[in-house]
């Protein structure tokens, strides 16, 4: 069904058939861009650019920008409206007679509007207010706004009708990016935080390196996949859940340490912690244990976090979360004897899911030891843990591809970081003994044909690569949006996702309603 458009969309378009028969383009080629917003306020010296009634002619400062009007100020035959470029807001004047005759009049006045993005070629001054402001000499519109933005309004430093709905800053992102400059800053912060992990590991010798988004088996990881299918192969294919097989395989061809930043794809529910497609970083390193990957996950994540907000402790909500090592490292079941009373070492399967009912869990047929240990460190010991703490020491059900602890019989070398009470980091002493995992692989397919969807699959070319043998190793893997979450204060994941996944939008409210579009919101 054709969408029916406002009276401000027809009223742009009319503009549109005006510039047009007036021999304007409305969406010119090009435009030459020699400063920007940020530069120009940094840069502008009252000494050497400002002209002064008693002093020496003032040094010119040309520019020529390009961006988006946010407000306009007509008086008369002069005006000011606000530029935004990439970098923020600047003021431009606009006087009659500095145009080509009859533009300003009939063109900026009737056909220009709030949210078209125009070119600016003038000079640098400072106004009588003490506002530094572009006076424009050339003035050339570069892409007519065909739907009104919806704009934030300022008043005496006031923030009126601003744009707060969720739903509508996650699906029209592009929206929300303009009338938001901050949310701009917060995926710069992203950006910055992922360039910051790449150097640090490449400093070290590490290898970048890329492994198949498609694949004929998924695994690495207890998770149901997305499915696919590969027309010319005849085949379905897997949206990996996790790199950890293919990364391990370049271990037994010889590389002593690769590590790979790349989406993961896992088929499961919403939430604000929760996105199917989301951003992981995983590391594996020779002749390494999970001992040495705690202190080079404490090093890294307390430079990345200095790197990218300038300090080691951050806000995030209520909470100052410091990432200043040391951290501390409980063991798993000690964690849980402490918030619960129980001591669930050693306990049969029947015994650990008494101990759940008792604890006001619900379980099921399908669930394992493993994940019944899981849901009651779930519920009563992660969201105590606020500041980095090292989890240490998991039961073995709940860790298939993890080595055996070396001390303590029925756990594994394995360790979590718990941050805000969600787990960011997961790394192991990697499992490369072949007929061990084997042995593992074989358990999850009973757990898989017990009921469990998120059981592994026994993936056979990657027991055929460690019979050729894979050194002492270990992994990590660390959630990146997760982390981009605590160092740009940001309550949800999908304010750190550019395009979240969202359900399908909604018919457009009718005529006579208030406008805004809204959805259920996942849980």
């Known amino acids: 069904m054709k969408r029916v458009l406002t009276e401000q969309e027809l009223e742009r378009r009319r503009a549109r058939q005006q510039l047009e028969a007036m021999g304007i383009n409305p969406y010119p080629y090009r435009w030459e861009v020699t400063a920007h917003a940020a530069e120009i306020l940094q840069n502008f010296d009252d000494e050497r650019h400002q002209p002064r009634e008693d002093g020496p002619a ?40 500095d145009l080509p005759e009859g533009f300003y009049d009939q063109v900026f006045k009737k056909l220009l509007d709030i949210g078209d993005i125009v070119g600016v070629e003038g000079f640098v001054f400072r106004t009588r207010m003490g506002e530094i402001t572009v006076h424009a000499r050339r003035l050339e519109l570069l892409a007519k706004a065909l739907r009104p933005l919806p704009v934030v309004k300022e008043q005496d430093g006031k923030v009126y009708n601003e744009v707060t709905d969720k739903e509508f800053r996650y699906r029209q992102r592009y929206a929300d990016l303009i009338i938001n400059p901050e949310v701009r800053e917060v995926f710069r912060k992203r950006a910055r935080m992922i360039t910051t992990i790449r150097r640090f590991l490449d400093e070290r010798g590490y290898l970048e390196v890329e492994t198949p988004i498609l694949q004929p088996m998924y695994g690495g990881a207890s998770a149901r996949p997305f499915i696919t299918y590969h027309n010319a192969l005849d085949m379905q294919l897997y949206l990996r859940i996790a790199d950890e097989l293919y990364l391990k395989r370049l271990i037994v061809g010889g590389y002593e340490g690769v590590y790979e930043i790349g989406k993961d794809f896992r088929n499961e529910g919403l939430s604000r912690f929760h996105n199917p497609e989301f951003t992981m970083l995983e590391l594996y390193v020779a002749y390494k244990d999970y001992y040495w990957m705690m202190d080079f996950v404490e090093e890294l994540l307390e430079h990345v976090a200095t790197e990218v907000t300038g300090s080691p402790e951050v806000q995030w909500g209520e909470h100052t979360i410091s990432f200043r090592r040391p951290w501390p490292r409980i063991p798993m079941f000690e964690a849980i004897k402490e918030r619960t009373g129980y001591d669930l070492y050693g306990k049969s399967r029947d015994e650990l899911a008494e101990i759940a009912r008792k604890l006001g869990l619900e379980i099921d047929d399908t669930m394992g030891s493993g994940k019944i240990i899981d849901e009651i460190f779930g519920e009563f010991v992660e969201p105590h843990l606020i500041q980095p703490t090292f989890i240490i020491d998991y039961p073995i059900e709940l860790s298939p591809l993890a080595k055996r602890h070396r001390e303590k019989p029925g756990l594994v070398e394995r360790f979590e970081v718990i941050v805000g009470g969600k787990e960011l980091c997961n790394a192991f002493s990697e499992l490369n003994d072949p007929d061990d995992q084997r042995a593992r692989f074989e358990e999850q397919a009973r757990l898989r044909a017990a009921g469990d969807e998120e059981a592994m699959q026994i993936d056979e070319d990657f027991l055929r690569a460690l019979e050729y043998g894979m050194p002492p190793t270990a992994g990590l893997g660390i959630g990146i949006d997760r982390l981009a979450m605590i160092l740009t204060n940001q309550p949800s994941i999908r304010d750190v996702i550019l395009f979240p996944l969202l359900r399908p939008e909604q018919p457009a409210v009718p005529a006579g309603s208030d406008g805004a579009e809204k959805e259920a919101s996942e849980s």
Do not use: C, H, N
Not at 71 to 93: C, H, N, P, S, W
């Open 58 to 97: 003032p040094e010119p400062y040309e520019v020529s920008i390009a961006g988006r009007i946010m407000t306009r100020r007509i008086m008369g035959k002069a005006a000011f409206f606000d530029l935004q470029d990439e970098t923020g807001r600047i003021q431009v004047y606009v006087r009659r007679q």
